[in-house]
């Protein structure tokens, strides 16, 4: 009978919390948080203690991810409603009284100093992956719109901060949960083909388009700019498009092999700007060289179809819904900065996950990891 009363030893009460991750996952992640400590430590060499604070963060999105993965997906589930509501309302609260930095509305103050887009990375997957649930089995046409005016308030403020990147990054995760809740293609080519329309009569009318004092309706004047440098660097070679000229210049003169790791010329004689953050890929790409790119895209790659798989696997429809979106937040994040540093898409704050320095952006990356395996454990449940 006394052993019936014998306290387990630690050993025992930690191993159920680890044993259930997702080995696949967890190493995807290992080499990616690999490549951006190596590559912080060369391009953030003069910057301070930026290389420890870099891996603190690490560390912290680490335990954030241990935290969140002990989660069940069904206490998930009731995170979703309050989550939503509150970060609605702080956005609301910021364009009512926020604080300005830097011409843009997007901190409030409610005892520290927040920036409640953040939240939307994260409740927005969660909100709409609670809504396709409860109409699972009768979806019509109307639930589609209520998920997309779901998805549209929070993206609509959020734009007007205004903070292009994390509305895309919102968005993007929103309508990922759209689209495999199962929305019809139907619905989906329209806006497609008017998108792919768009942008060859903006490529054929770019100098016409892009003239000073032509101004475009719905975009801010720094919007419409970046549409334009994107198009036309050299249009401003040494202000607005100095940031994709040095990039490609970077990406190309790392060659095949790249020029060796603390050798980069562009990145340590700060020709490349904001190295550690937003165009750290620029650095990496000139040191690792195209063998280096493809051994990290091949990294993002493995994490976004483990992601995906987990997604597949998940018992439940919110499981399924909110595992697939929260992958997409890994590939929206990754697609989006190495297009515009690689000069393909318009250079937006979106840093490149596991590389660039950034505390909050970790902290979004550590909760979507944390999700993920826990649908992964969940699914381990079912199937035991």
Known sequence: MAAVFDKPSLLQRVTPMVSGFDGLLAFAVFLLVCAGMLTMYSSGYDHGTRFMDHGRNMLIAGFIMFVVAQIPPQRLISLAVPLYVLGVSLLIAVAIFGITKKGA???????????????????????????????????????????????????GLIMKQP??????????????????????????????????????????????????????????????????TLLDPTRDPLGR??????????????????????????????????????????????EFGLLGNLMLIGGFIFLIMRGLAIALEAPTLFSRLLAGSVTMIFFTYAFVNMGMVSGLLPVVGVPLPFISYGGTAMVTLGMGLGILMSVSRSKRLVQS
């Open 163 to 228: 903070d292009l990147g994390t509305s895309i990054l919102v968005m993007a995760t929103g309508l990922a949960v759209i689209f495999f809740a199962g929305l019809s293609w139907r619905w989906i080519l329209p806006p497609v083909l008017l998108g792919v329309v768009g942008i060859i009569l903006l490529v054929a009318f770019e100098p016409r388009l892009c003239a000073d004092g032509m101004r475009w309706p719905v975009l801010h004047d720094y919007q419409q700019q970046r549409i334009c």
């Open 241 to 286: 498009g100095f940031h994709i000229i040095q990039g490609m210049i970077a990406i190309g003169s790392g060659g095949v092999l790249g020029k060796g790791f603390m050798q980069g010329t562009q990145t340590h004689l700060e020709f490349i700007p904001e190295r550690t953050t937003d165009f750290i890929f620029a650095a990496y790409a000139e």
């Open 105 to 155: 509305r997007r901190w409030i103050n409610v005892g520290v100093v927040i920036q409640p887009s953040e939240i939307l990375k994260i409740a927005m997957p969660l909100m709409l992956s609670w809504w396709f649930q409860k109409r699972e089995g009768h979806l019509r046409p109307f639930d589609f719109l209520v998920a997309a005016a779901l998805l549209a308030v929070p993206v």
